[in-house]
């Protein structure tokens, strides 16, 4: 693999660094990203298809377009959604209210990762108390928060 870096101030990533995990099939059909920040999108969205975690991953920039579209019938219902928590006019936490009121359909099928840069403990057990969310992980993501997510997915 040839290496690529991204660079934004004191961030800088190089893929070529990565660990590949064994490339079976992907964890996941369809993952959904949400985030305000495109850096931070790019970013989480390259760093799955590197290790090959879903075979459809969706980006949005609010949480409000996400719910919009979970709201008005989206054709493939993510298995899972990485959440940030910090986001202009909804929140993280506000996405997670209005989630409950989505159809059963979309509850009961998928799971959601706050995935944030938040380190605060109080962040963390507000999150973990929402019934679909089955990970809390600080940005950024990493190797091994991967292998502990594939682990927890085998048992939800």
Aim: hydrophobic share 40%; charged share 25%.
């Amino acid at each position: 693999m040839s290496k690529r870096f991204i660079k934004k101030g004191d961030f800088e990533l190089s893929y070529s660094k990565l660990p590949l995990l064994v490339m079976g099939a992907p964890l996941v059909h369809t993952t959904v990203l949400i985030d305000d920040s495109d850096i931070d999108l790019f970013i989480q969205r390259r760093f799955l298809e590197v290790y090959n975690f879903s075979e459809k991953l969706i980006t949005y920039n609010s949480a409000d377009e996400a719910l919009r579209k979970l709201q008005n019938g989206i054709t493939d219902i993510p298995d899972l959604i990485f959440l940030d928590l910090n986001m202009p006019e909804i929140d993280g936490f506000g996405f997670l209210e209005k989630f409950n009121d989505l159809p059963e359909l979309i509850k009961a099928k998928t799971k959601i990762v706050v995935l944030t840069s938040s380190n605060s403990r109080r962040d963390r057990e507000q999150s973990l108390s929402y019934s679909q969310v089955i990970h809390f992980i600080t940005k950024p993501l990493k190797q091994t928060d991967i292998e502990s997510l594939k682990a927890l997915l085998v048992t939800h």
